[in-house]
């Protein structure tokens, strides 16, 4: 589950205020439980267990489900979310000058995937899906979600600084998660970003998430499939590559050539990759995030 800093995410933030929530989670993290065994694990009432279990569900931690028992139904808690992300207000920098450029996931210029892998636009899936060669449909042009197991997706962008503006940062950032078959929220994979045909670093991500549906998906779109990824942001400055704050490599932004005209990106899982879990990319209509793959220069 990813939050932020706002009234939206507050239900959470008052979910996990109490020792007795608190508890409830640590149990439901090792097994599927009724009121009735939650409250004797605890040492409460039923009624004391029905009302925060309800505080729990209005969050989205948990969910509950009826299920035959021996003498009629029961409901049953289950944990949905094993790990939370926090999105804090992006830090205010000296005063630069920016300007920002988008890249829709489906317009990539290179590529080379392989199952289980496939595209969609709003409307509807692109081709067969498990089927590479579709990845070169015209129609791709119009993808707002991708997703393959091994290989790579590779962006380019033109470069719009004129020759007396200097490059002082660079951000680039997507919205991203790991690949299932279907959904899978523990499921690690090293994703490897590479500028101009240089490493940038890997970062590993989690999982693919189907805990929530996403907020920006169609309708059409099965709930049982990834539902949305991380926000997250490479920053390359003076000191190094950060992502999220956490460093990735030592190249700067004095290693970016700012005389070429055409910047490219890739966005790979190598074959021998630690973690081989693929990759998903969301675009400004699927996931959570209503952005593309965004560039913003830093310039002086």
């Not at 290989?151 to 690949?179: A, C, H, R, W």
Request: charged share 25%; aromatic share 10%; hydrophobic share 35%.
């Amino acid at each position: 589950m990813q939050i932020d800093i706002s009234d939206a995410s507050l239900p959470v933030y008052e979910a996990l205020a109490s020792p007795v929530r608190l508890n409830i989670i640590q149990l439901l993290s090792k097994n599927k439980m009724n009121i009735k065994e939650i409250a004797g694990a605890i040492g409460l009432s039923s009624a004391v267990i029905t009302k925060h279990i309800k505080k729990l569900e209005a969050s989205g931690l948990i969910k509950t489900e009826r299920i035959p028992g021996k003498s009629g139904s029961q409901k049953i808690s289950i944990l949905k979310v094993d790990h939370i992300e926090i999105l804090f207000p992006k830090k205010i920098y000296r005063s630069f000058e920016t300007r920002e450029t988008t890249i829709p996931v489906g317009q990539y210029t290179d590529y080379s995937v392989s199952p289980t892998c496939g595209l969609a636009t709003v409307k509807d899936f692109i081709g067969e899906v498990d089927e590479p060669k579709f990845f070169m449909d015209s129609k791709r042009m119009d993808a707002q979600i991708l997703w393959f197991t091994e290989g790579y997706v590779e962006y380019k962008t033109p470069n719009f600084l004129n020759e007396d503006e200097k490059l002082e940062q660079l951000e680039i950032s997507m919205e991203i998660s790991s690949e299932f078959p279907f959904s899978n929220d523990v499921w690690p994979s090293d994703i490897t970003f590479s500028l101009n045909d240089i490493e940038l670093g890997t970062w590993t991500s989690p999982g693919d998430f189907s805990d929530t549906r996403g907020k920006l998906n169609p309708e059409w779109y099965p709930s049982k499939l990834n539902q949305y990824g991380l926000l997250k942001t490479i920053r390359i400055t003076s000191h190094g590559t950060y992502m999220d704050g956490e460093a990735l490599s030592d190249f700067t932004i004095q290693d970016i050539n700012t005389k070429n005209e055409i910047w490219s990106l890739r966005i790979e899982v190598k074959k021998d990759a630690e973690n081989l879990g693929g990759a998903t990319l969301f675009g400004e209509h699927f996931g959570n995030h209503p952005q593309d793959i965004k560039f913003k220069m830093y310039y002086s």
